[in-house]
């Protein structure tokens, strides 16, 4: 069984705003409360392709688990590593994240991809957020029901989380909005 989601945000910020939003939104301590479920995130490799003009970057996060209390319990483990691949290209203004979870993979598979572009309907001022989700319970899937109840409470923690991460977003895109124009919050 797999539980895939997909959500679309729209940020009425331009898309440089939003991506260095985005770079900072794990960075800022007065966001530690409302992402308590990130643990720590680490830079593991960056580097700007000369030719291409694109930025690759590779960040490992560790995470409080996802799901039930339950599954964690059972699997013996709180916490879950996981590996964000991201490519930012500035030229057509494309920000694209991958991130995969590493450890736990034998209970669990969770792939969330999120991409950052113009709105088409206002490219100077907007931005599109695209996030797409797919979770997958390995060793429940002959307990069919059961590994969708699980996937469904996984996919409902996940959606939350999104959530609280736009809401650190449009405070950091404030906050950027604020300090570009010279101002102080």
């Known amino acids: 069984m797999v539980k895939a989601y997909a959500q679309e945000h729209i940020y009425k ?37 000369p030719l291409s003009g694109k930025l690759y970057t590779t960040r490992a996060l560790t995470i409080h688990a996802p799901g039930p209390w339950f599954v964690r319990k ?37 792939e969330e991809k999120i991409r950052y572009d113009p709105h088409p309907d206002n490219p ?8 797409e989700t797919s979770i997958r319970i390995k060793p429940l899937s002959a307990l069919a029901s059961m590994a969708e109840k699980v996937e ?19 405070r950091i895109c404030k906050y950027l909005e604020a300090e570009s124009s ?4």
């Open 124 to 131: 100077t001022g907007w931005t599109i957020c695209r996030q």
């Open 182 to 185: 010279g101002m102080a919050l």
């Open 74 to 110: 059972i699997i013996g483990q709180d916490i879950c590593h996981c590996v964000e691949s991201t490519v930012v290209d500035g030229q057509s203004k494309s920000m694209q994240l991958t991130t995969r979870n590493v450890s736990l993979q034998k209970f669990i598979e969770v």
């Open 152 to 170: 469904q409470r996984c996919a409902e923690r996940f959606m939350q989380n999104s959530v609280k991460g736009r809401e650190v977003m449009e």
């Open 13 to 49: 910020h331009p898309w440089e705003r939003v991506t260095s939003a985005s770079w900072r939104k794990f960075a800022d301590p007065e966001n530690k409360r409302t992402l308590s479920h990130i643990l720590e995130v680490d830079t593991l490799n960056r580097k700007l392709d």
